[in-house]
Every structure is written in structure tokens, then in C-alpha cells.
């Protein structure tokens, strides 16, 4: 009787394994794409994938600073023609 219940135990900690697995993976892919982010923001940031996430949840500030400064640019362009 023992035995379906360590054979369904082994199964299941096997799926859940396979399932770490395939998260960890997913997690380094992702995290491999926030210095391509920064670094295509062309103003000298960067970090590397292996950055906090308190570091990762600001990349979108980092974002939103870039593009008001882009904007302003223009702004000052335009206003200069005028």
C-alpha cells in the first residue's frame, strides 16, 4: 500500500522539480532582457541580470525619465524654430 503513495510522492516531487526547473530558466531569460532595456536607453545605464529587484522595479522610473528628457529636447527643438 506504501508504495502507489511513494510512487505518486516521487512523481509529484519530480513535476514540481521539472517545474522549478523550467521557472528558474524563464526567471534568467527574463532578467537577461533589463540590461538590453537600459543599455538601449542610450544614457549610460546598465546593470547586470543578476540586479535586485528592488533595482529592477525601478527600470521603469529610469524608462519615464529618459522619455521626459527626449521630450523636453524636442520641446526646446521646436520652441527654437518657432
Known amino acids: 500500500m506504501n508504495a502507489p503513495r511513494h510512487t505518486t510522492s516521487s512523481a509529484i516531487d ?5 517545474e522549478v526547473r523550467r ?7 527574463l532578467r537577461a532582457v533589463f540590461p538590453d532595456v537600459l ?9 547586470t ?6 533595482f529592477i522595479r525601478d ?7 529618459v522619455i521626459g528628457q527626449l ?3 524636442i ?6 524654430k518657432a
Not at 521557472?23 to 531569460?29: A, G, P, Q, T, W
Not at 543599455?39 to 546593470?47: F, I, Q, V
Not at 541580470?49 to 528592488?54: H, R
Open 14 to 18: 519530480e513535476t514540481l522539480a521539472d
Open 23 to 29: 521557472l528558474r530558466k524563464e526567471n534568467e531569460s
Open 39 to 47: 543599455t538601449a536607453l542610450g544614457n549610460g545605464s546598465g546593470c
Open 49 to 54: 541580470p543578476t540586479v535586485s529587484i528592488d
Open 59 to 65: 527600470i521603469p522610473k529610469e524608462i519615464s525619465l
Open 71 to 73: 521630450r523636453a529636447e
Open 75 to 80: 520641446a526646446r527643438k521646436e520652441a527654437a
